[in-house]
């Protein structure tokens, strides 16, 4: 796909989001997640790292709109270094919402709000380990410490599918003795917080920024909030467009999407394309 060419949404509700966005660019709110939507899915997430072009096509984009937000799981900081996005011209209108919304990082600042961390994850990070091994999937799984929330990889292990099934009962009933929640995702589960998801970061930030159009580009299924925050939005009166960064791992987004585009490279490509559209000036 050229960078001027912009894919067309398949679905009347879709169109009509981009119709807006692209009629009234200052009041559109462009809300991302990061791995597997900016970032590859790679088997070790601490090697996650933005598309190569991503920076630059976020750059062309942001000053055009109301605002970017990065919408993720993991750590807002982590997010900022892994994305890069500390102090580059043309992203001053981005935030970084991370632990699903419960941190804040503004490019304008280069700061992070975030509220004291859930006790709750210092005793799941301290059973973990032995219910692993008790489970028998101590090998080839991987824990990932994101400070507000604990994540179990399973792409590492003989069958990972298999291995995510035995796993998913007996972290549910851990993470409930702590007051926490399980968020799935491609193949991983992650242990966190309740209260807080994908979808009330982006519903509380598009009426912070009074956003008059709204597009969400996700790939998993804790991008699922922010689909159903979309629809809502489109109900009440705002038009909104649903992007999913295709995957073959999770089929959900796919059948929900406005528009299905090739991994991050089509994420890539489609904000290239809008920030091409609205250089120029044309509807």
């Known amino acids: 796909m050229s960078p001027e060419a912009l894919p067309t949404p398949v679905t009347k509700a879709g169109q009509e989001g981009l119709d807006a966005l692209l009629a009234r660019p200052s009041e559109a709110l462009i809300g991302l997640d990061f791995d597997g939507t900016l970032a590859p899915i790679v088997a070790d997430p601490e090697l996650a790292r933005a598309h190569p072009e991503a920076l630059a096509a976020l750059a ?3 000053p055009k709109v109301a605002a970017v937000a990065v919408i993720t799981g993991r750590p807002a900081e982590v997010a900022v270094r892994n994305g890069g996005f500390a102090d580059v011209p043309g992203l001053e209108h981005l935030v970084v919402l991370g632990h699903y919304g419960a941190e804040r990082w503004d490019a304008r600042s280069g700061e992070i709000s975030a509220p004291a961390p859930h006790p709750g ?3 799941v990070r301290g059973e973990l380990p032995e219910l692993l091994e008790r489970l028998g999937a101590s090998q080839g799984t991987w824990i990932e410490e994101k400070g507000r929330a604990v994540a179990v990889h399973t792409r590492r292990a003989a069958d990972p599918q298999a291995t995510l099934d035995l796993l998913r009962e007996p972290l549910t009933g851990l993470a409930g003795r702590h007051g926490l929640i399980v968020e799935p995702g491609r193949l991983v589960l992650e242990l966190r917080p309740p209260g ?13 920024i009074g956003a008059g159009s709204v597009l969400y580009g996700g790939d998993d299924l804790g991008d699922l909030p922010a689909y159903s925050a979309v629809d809502r939005l489109r109900a009440d009166g705002t038009p909104g467009l649903l992007v999913c960064s295709g995957s073959d791992e999770v089929t959900e987004l796919r059948d929900r999407a406005d528009l299905v585009v090739d991994g991050p490279e089509g994420v890539v490509h489609l904000l290239g394309a809008l920030a091409d559209r609205l250089g120029r000036g044309a509807p």
């Open 121 to 123: 994850v210092a005793g």
């Open 60 to 62: 062309a984009l942001a």
């Open 196 to 208: 807080m998801d994908k979808g009330v970061a982006l519903t509380e930030f598009a009426r912070e």
